[in-house]
């Protein structure tokens, strides 16, 4: 009997403190993404069993025996459950828990459509939302191919790190970059590439499918890619996450940390990630040569927030090295970039309650950065090198004014300025003899003192005063100057434009869940400095540049219908785009481009996209593109258009355990562009899941799973994609 009470003693002592534990009132709201209340929400704590539920206005109050941390789950069967961990410190602070629809768009907003903060239903244009937990299930290496499933969405390159994303057979600076609401410009002849920021960075990308010139100007003929990155929460205490990945088919390693705290008013955010990775293996097992990369950012913010204004300075610098450019001629005269240097440095002021509903934003950029690229040739031994730096300063302000006049009109107006300062392109060729003694170098200025110029003045209406209809219209102007002494000029070559735009759009709503809209405008794009001045090596050969190139000139119809429910999100688009003066790239031999002006070019197409809950667990969802383009003068195909793609995948969640198949089934292509090759059609099966475990999350992905052989773009340099990859990954959050 004595041996009996030892043994239960330490249960009773146990059972004992417990019951003396202090308890915990744990008091708060759940809310939408769109801040709207989730009434009717369930929260449980796990351990002691102790539950509530949500009121009108999404408020509760819980109380939890026990010490130490607190995790409470909040389920709702019209969102996703979410695992919330509580500290002691939070029990004095009203919680804000926010709950993802199941159907997202139904509380989405976005910014990029109208340039300030609006429910994405009500936006007259195709936009999709792919979220930073989108993105963290992908463990995409870059941003093209984090949103290469995006309805419209295809990508331009010959393979590897470097993709550029198209949107609607559009590319090559007709779909303007966003970080953050700063312009991305880049001197890659494919147009600006983001493959700097990491995904790990990025808290949602807005991918904006309809032409967008009124509000940001040259550049967004086709649309905007917006990357709004990571903000500091104003919770209590010091948090953080730390992840890693791994790739099976080329060895890639991820690895990242980040810290946010906050103190009152102000908080700060701090991340570090790094990705590297060798050649991918192609289905048979042979490498894909200089398929390598290497990539390290940081991105630090600092954010003050008052009930008047909210105050921002962030920076994102990114540092690559050896990020390789496959392609057929890799073995013989291998090209790749040594390295690319990024410095985004940025300030936001945004000024509320200036005059009844009004508000002011003020936003200021620069980017000091530069490119090499290097290309060496083999004969046997290596015969020659051939290297190029390009660099520029970018920078840029906007100053915008926005007010509420009534219940139905919003107007809005601004101005806003983008230049680029001493840019310049220096190549030098190296000739080596039999031995690999240096025997002749040659230095070239391809151009120098290269700037540009673009300001820019916009007004836009947004008026809901007639039941179920919504009008939108804007005006833009711009003055565009740009300036540079190429290769052989004793002078500099100056070019002066102005350019008006404007757009009128409507949005009806025939029934609670069924809208329609349609828009028509007028947008423009500036030649590049790099398309007018640059002639040298580049990613695939040799370029040449036009210094008589014209700015394109656009109209642009587009139109669609979005039906939402609380199970169901469906839409179907259509657009038509006739572009003027289009800039075309040419093959002048199998390894020298150069660019030309055609006298017009048309693109039109239509997408449809679907997501349906067959069950509160159980999701299905898809998408079909199809675009075609030709030039009205002759007749013939344009460059860069997609074959027709469906995308298609169903999945499941289980507790905390959730898995996904998906699939894409893109036809041939037999009618390329000038500086393309037809391909066949290719099908490829994915898989992905992921589980939560506490503070844990696993993730693992299955890519290509049959091994299927297959190019997924038409550029004469593409290379076979990778074959099947699996790839692991582990986050802890604290």
Known sequence: MRKLSVLFLPVILAVALAAQAPGAEVRGKVLGVGRTPVEGAIIIHRPTGARTRTGAQGEFALQVSGSGGIRLEVIHPDYYEREFPVSRRDLALELVFTLVPLIEQREEIVVTALRHPEPSVRIPAAESVVRSESLAEKMPANIAEGIQDVPGVGALGSGGFSLVPSVRGLARRRILYLIDGARLESDRRTGPNASFVSPEDIDQVEVLRSPSSVFYGSDAIGGVIHLLTKRPGFSHG????????????????????????????????????????????RPGGSKVLQSQYSQGSLLAKVSRRTDKREVDLSYLGARGTDIGKPNTTALTSPTWYPRENQNLLQFRWNEKNVGPGGEILFQAFVNPNFLETRTDAYKGIKTSQSFSRTQSTDFGSQLTYGRKLGDSLRVEGGLDYFGRAGARAVNTYTAFDAAGRITGVQEELSYTGGRRSDTGLFLSADYAGVRRLDLLAGVRWDSLRMDAVPLGAGAPVRARDEAATGFLAASYKFTEGLTGFINAGRAYRLPSLSERFYTGISGRGFIVGQPGLRPETSLNLDGGLKLLGKRIFAGVYAFRYEIGDMIERYRLNPTTYTYGNIAKGRLEGWELEAEYFVLPGWKVFGNLSAVRGRSLSTGAALNDIPPLRLYAGTRVWLGWFTAEANGSIQLRKDNPGPAEVAIPGSAVANLKASYSWQAWKFYLTLANIFNASYYARPDAEAMLEPARNLRLGIAFNF
């Not at 996450?241 to 080329?250: D, F």
């Open 238 to 281: 010091i948090h953080g996450r730390l992840s890693t990945g791994y790739g099976s088919v080329n060895g890639e390693k991820a690895a990242g940390v980040s810290l946010e705290g906050a103190s009152r008013e102000t908080a700060f955010l701090v991340s570090l990630q790094n990705v590297d990775a060798g050649n991918y293996r």
